[in-house]
């Protein structure tokens, strides 16, 4: 071929072969064991592996026998301060869930003691979250009415919480857990803000006192609602709102700018909710229309195995519920837990967390609770607090007991509306519009979808803003690789280097060498677009050069780096680019193709067709190599290949 | 910092802004115009701008002033060749399809009129297709017996025809022609193996002269039926049928050894017909358990406006099938214009494809046609035969008017079997095993698919099969973004170039440096995934340095030539890797970051928390520029960058 000159020792080698088997392994490796668990347990002796296996499932047992006084004084106090949030914050929360507020204090008993042992967060608090809270209420409040047939609404949450935890376990055990991937950061910004302003304006019920209200959750029924029953707003409960909200709100003002006085907000639910009661109790004012919780039984959860209603003839809504809420928490409680593992610089197995928190939602379940995860408010108070170890979740847990054994009777004149002021001013720290900037500012189709999940929920139903959602990501994933950019690339100046002309105004041209850059994997559903838009490049630089009077176009370069993967469409492809490139007259060179796609190149016999001469391991020897050809030897390549071509036909 | 040495003039550039606007359109245009089709527009005078606009959507105002006797003789050949393959294949089609024979003469008058004006493809012979045949009798025989309610069955046939038309249409007009590039070609060769397997299934009926069949497609329902009625076996027929069958595959074998006599290939059909006719004629055989084709109306198509039941009951199955046949028969009819196309060296513009389709599905529908589409078997022999324009449709539809006009009535005697035995040895051509086999040898993945719709279409149904495809095969896509590869680079010997030490075995490592290649977009579905990955490489690393001797690792280089783009969880990511490594005491370092990748970057002020001074060029570069600071320095970086660190927490 007479390109010796460029025939260095560097040519693109086809990867060593690997037996199909081990390559399903190492892929199916790759998948699912991302994190390479068993690592540790190589080379160990058998009594060694199940010490550690027990202490895989059971992180407890690696961090117990570590455990000093010093911890515990730590833990006792961040304890003691989760206690006094989770209070207030589950009788809320199951008041949002439309459940007897007695079914939220169970759920900050069992489960944190669950997580404690099986968890591998330090700083997580466990407890009762409000977007699944919402959505256990208005997906199940759709077919059973919780006010009027409390019993068997109850029996539907425990049974969706049971399914939940399964749900969330299996991910766990089946190495899924990478769905919850799926549910990128733009999404989870645009539908908390949503959700928490769906909850906001249920709260506007217990604020203005109301009876009857909407079952939508969405804007417009909401308003209508409240603005149809002006006459019955209740101006008492108003005022009560009104001042603790703005207290509630103050606190966290004056706790944000200066961190030492976080426990001012920790506390100031609790303070609320006693100020509270002892306004209404002594003021009476639950005889002019201000509700209060009334009577709270005392005592222990009860168990709830034999309110597991599987015979129900509302299952599938149970199961969906399970479902949904599950996967909800799941993220919800991940993403916080990693992002304070990540402030004390240790590490958090997702697949490990579905299981605990699988586990302890199907132990609640059984003990009369709902659907628990790690909330953030709770755990950022954790945190501050300076929890060391799950041990604060089991003081949390045992000044709940302690609360739910002798102290029930105090919340007995609590007014509904202080928990909608607590639950309104948690909320707004949910709506994160500084975020929604920021993905603006960076991103533009991050921003579609935040306002999309966030548009959905608030006028249509957080499952519908979930689903939009989901949808835009997947369709943007898609898009990515329907539509690859390609890029021509030139020479940047006193370097061997070729870059995009785009990005580098500087990068030069080469006479008679169109260098094109392919920016994604070739695949079925891109194959006919880049064969498009390789041939229109083509047809532009052909058309360009027409009118000047440079050397004409003879070499066609695709830069392959960043084509990771090619399937057989992609190959045919290529395939017929080569065709046509012939028939014009051009010749194809292929510059770095990576392991992956010269395996695949080399087994389906395309660089016999097209030589592998042609094949180089840059595109600055590429280019050397066409220079060579175009400038010493002056045969046009026509000539050599319009044979081929012919053949082809 | 002591780098000077390597602050070349080669900074990597953050590509000039652009606004927003221009920025949309720019993609929406690549979205939806990647073949440019209003450059021929610019530049012109309006009466010129009319007519490119008429001509680009009537192809044959542009073609027929250049039309010739010479091309003249050559279509008439062709056309008269495709018209007698046309007659036995569109009555056994409708046949196939449950419907009268005569509608599948009909069928192949009026829509390649239409086609011969629209259509940009010169070689497509138009007429029914067999899969979305199978398909319509297979979905709407659901809900309405084609034998016992004949007129409700052809008039919904005709509404799905209609609804598959203005489908076919609209995505055209809506430059939505890329979604026919998600039927991938494994999708494609599993799918049409499996729909060929399961309508010769369907054929043993005929073949075995049977009364009484199943309604069911798939292999178990078949195989049931059939050899649940053993005793009623025709061996008349079955006799016959194995006979024509023989011929016809013999035809087949002997012209596809020998090219030039196609024609024996394309006639086959037509003398199976005359000679089966003959046969029944003079033997009676019709009154031995040979079906025959019995009267056909004589005439031309009658309109059926009228017939389009948009006020049926079954109105929305109608619709599902026609928009599900209408898209396989798109899919048929593009696939087999741009292999032909390809093979003459023009150009075939999908989304005006799509128009023409849909125009004569529309124009069909009100004439009592149903679906057409174009077939690969017809194509090719109208291909073989020499046509050259699409004047040779019109020729068929002339001759198959002729048919309809005056030779009805030779029909009468046909027997059913030798339609059974044409659409068999159709059929048999469109198992594609070898493509099967290539797929296996060249992609595993492709090869699943494929096998994955074959089954689906065999033991299931038509549009299970085609879903387990299509799941499939975005399954594929999305796990590659899921789960993309990263690799370790090493230098490769006597050059600059650093490349994958498992493709370039002789690659070797550069001490204290890690460096990384990401071979894919960073988003959200993958960002926790190579956050995990790559701090698992740098453990690994890690753990082989502390054995050695070596130099420990004090850089982490990330090779983002292959990292198209980013999004905002990508971004976060990689903030996360930098803390995590800060407060290890290792340096990150970028090199080559695309300029999608480099906007986003600077617009998040990663490139100040990173510093630009540790963004290079190339990995080259960024190894020079670290090893400088590795040996001349001796500086530790964990001394300046600690402090950073914790300020981070």
Chains 1, 2 share one sequence.
């Not at 007897?100 to 489960?111: A, D, E, K, R, T």
């Not at 603790?244 to 004056?254: G, N, Q, V, W």
């Not at 595109?619 to 026509?638: D, Q, R, W, Y």
Request: net charge neutral; proline share 4%.
């Amino acid at each position: 071929m007479g390109n010796t000159d460029f025939e260095c020792s560097h040519r693109v080698a086809v990867p060593p072969p690997r037996s199909f088997l081990l390559s399903i392994k190492s892929s199916l490796k790759e998948t699912f064991f991302p994190d390479d668990p068993f690592r540790q347990f190589k080379d160990q002796p058998l009594a060694r592996k199940l010490i550690l296996g027990l202490q895989y499932f059971m992180p407890i047992l690696e961090w117990a026998p570590r455990y000093t006084f010093e911890y515990f004084k730590a833990d006792v106090v961040a304890g003691i301060t989760i206690a006094s949030l989770a209070v207030p914050q589950g009788i809320s929360y199951a008041n949002l869930a439309s459940l007897p507020p007695i079914i939220g204090l169970y759920s900050s008993f069992v489960p944190p003691l669950i997580y404690a042992m099986l968890g591998s967060s330090r700083d997580l608090a466990i407890g009762t979250v409000a977007v699944p809270s919402l959505l256990i209420s208005s997906m199940l409040g759709e077919v059973v009415n919780p006010h009027q047939n409390t019993k068997l609404y109850v029996q539907l949450v425990v049974t969706a919480t049971f399914f939940a935890g399964v749900f969330q376990a299996s991910l766990g055990f089946l190495r899924l857990g990478f769905i919850v991937d799926f549910l990128s950061h733009a999404t989870i910004v645009g539908f908390m803000g949503g959700a928490a302003t769906v909850v906001c304006l249920q709260q506007l019920k217990g604020i203005l006192g109301l009876v009857h209200f909407t079952h939508g959750t969405d804007l417009v029924s909401v308003m209508k609602s409240i603005l149809g029953q002006t006459h019955k707003w209740r101006w008492e409960s108003g005022v009560l709102g009104c001042c603790f909200l703005f207290f509630l709100i103050l606190t966290r003002y004056f706790s944000k700018r200066r961190p030492t006085f976080f426990w001012i907000n920790a506390m100031a639910p609790l303070i609320s909710v006693i100020l509270g009661s002892i306004l209404v109790y002594f003021s009476h004012a639950e005889k002019h229309g201000v509700e209060v919780i009334g009577h709270l039984k005392k005592g222990l959860n009860p168990p709830s195995l034999s309110e597991l209603a599987f015979g129900s003839q509302y299952l599938s809504t149970a199961i969906k519920t399970g479902l949904i809420t599950g996967l909800i928490a799941l993220a919800e409680g991940i993403a916080v837990g990693r992002s304070f593992a990540m402030f004390k610089n240790y590490h958090i197995d997702g697949n490990k967390e579905m299981i605990a928190f699988g586990m302890m939602n199907i132990a609640g379940s059984c003990t009369s609770c709902y659907l628990t995860s790690g909330p953030f408010s709770r755990t950022a108070v954790n945190f501050n607090a300076g929890c060391k170890t799950a041990v604060s979740n089991i003081v949390m847990a045992t000044a709940v007991m302690i609360t739910l054994l002798f102290l029930t009777p105090l919340f007995h004149y609590t007014p509904l509306v202080v928990l909608s002021s607590i639950i309104i001013s948690a909320m707004l720290g949910l709506i994160d519009y500084e975020a929604a900037i920021h993905l603006w500012k960076v991103d533009k189709f991050d921003f579609v979808i935040c306002i999309g999940s966030y548009f959905g929920v608030v006028f249509g139903s957080v499952e519908i803003g979930l689903v939009i959602a989901i949808v835009i990501s997947l369709l943007r994933v898609l898009l990515f690789v329907a539509r690859p950019r390609t890029c021509v690339l030139g020479n940047i100046p006193n370097s061997i280097n070729y870059r995009s002309v785009d990005q580098y105004p500087i990068a030069q041209s080469v006479p008679g060498i169109l260098i094109l850059q392919i920016e994604a994997p070739i695949y079925f559903a891109n194959s006919n677009y880049l064969r498009e838009r390789i041939l229109r490049w083509i047809n532009e630089e052909e058309d360009k050069l027409k009118s000047s009077l440079e050397i004409g176009l003879q070499y066609v370069v695709l830069d392959m780096s960043a084509v990771c993967s090619i399937d057989t469409s992609g190959i045919s492809m290529l395939e017929e680019v080569k065709k046509i490139l012939d028939r014009k007259g051009l010749k194809l060179v292929l510059a770095n193709p990576g392991s992956e796609v010269m395996k695949k190149l080399d087994r389906s016999k395309f660089i016999e067709a097209i030589g592998d001469e042609w094949i180089y391991l840059t595109v600055a020897e590429a280019v050397g190599a066409c220079n060579f050809m175009l400038h010493s030897c002056k045969t046009n390549p026509k000539t050599d290949d319009s044979e081929e071509a012919d053949n082809n036909v």
